[in-house]
């Protein structure tokens, strides 16, 4: 699968058209780290604010390669028996049941104790097996039998010691599970691991990946990725509402717009039915675009000066 995967991703350029193929624009260094990732079977660990694309990478790319996507959304608190596996108590309890008389059956054939312990100890080892098993998001992604694309989002939102027990997945993509041993990936997943740098990540894990930061993009890439998603935008109100947002993003506000906000945006003025921006409708919709008052309040002063830059650029 390794090699079937490398040939429906043969260069840079195939995975710039394949993720464009499927809606998502990538820039030239996105397409560089999923290429490699591939090659080397490394793991590729996205910074970047929210809203700039890093969770759609991975949901792009697994469209575009015809892969499950596992997602697994990390938060404080986050243990093992939610990421890898948990046993199947209500299963094994129904199946005690059905033993308990039988059980009782095959023991009386024993003469001697040691051969019934024998005979239990046969049980407990078919009670932790994998038919009790129910694999979580790692377990699942190293199980499947084609492949897949493994999504750890947010992985700063989880503590140390869950990071350091993701270590050995990143490195050698296999798990160990005390009752079963060491279970290895049937294919190697593509691994992407997303962070808002709410807290720094250790040593250990930036060394075993690719490192990728997506930032905010430029005009030129920002108007291809809202008119992929949104081609019915007109060419000029399109020019417009980027120039606007690049504005926006030069002011030291307490969160600017992302990505994500743009498109927003952009749906919100074609309901609006508007064909250019001008003062009032900006004014209407900021809340689309900015998240906190103290923010609109700031960039309520310069919107007429903002929106007459905007229609000046894209008449360029």
Known sequence: ??????????????VDAGLSSVGYIP?????????????????ILVEGPAGVGKTELAKATAQHLGLPLIRMQCYD????????????????????????????EQLREFSSLDGA??????FDDLFFSERFLEPRPLLQSLKQPGGAVLLVDEVDKADEEFEAFLLEILSDYQVTIPELGTISAIVPPIV??????????????????????IGYPEAKLE?????????????????????????????????????????????????????????DIVRDTLNVLLKFEQDMEAVGKQVLEFVEKAKAEAAL
């Not at 720094?200 to 690719?210: E, F, N, S």
Request: hydrophobic share 40%; with cysteine; proline share 3%.
């Open 1 to 14: 699968m390794k090699q079937s995967l490398e040939l429906l991703l043969p260069s840079i350029q195939s």
């Open 27 to 43: 820039s030239r260094q996105i397409s560089t780290a999923l290429f490699l990732a591939v090659r080397l079977q490394k793991p």
């Open 77 to 104: 608190g986050l243990d093992e028996s939610k990421a890898l596996y948990e046993w199947k108590y209500g299963k094994q309890l129904l199946y005690t049941q059905i033993l308990k008389d039988k059980m009782g």
């Open 117 to 122: 312990l024998d005979k239990l100890n046969e």
């Open 192 to 213: 992407l691991l997303t962070s808002n740098a709410s807290r720094d990540l250790g040593d250990a894990m930036k060394r075993r990946c690719l490192h990728l930061h």
């Open 223 to 279: 108007e291809r990725i809202v008119h992929t998603r949104l081609p019915q935008v007109e060419a000029q109100l399109l020019r417009q509402i980027v120039s606007f947002v690049q504005q926006l993003r030069s002011m030291d506000l307490r969160k600017l717009p992302s990505v994500s906000e743009t498109l927003d945006w952009a749906r919100a003025l074609l309901l609006l039915h508007a064909s250019h921006l001008d003062v």
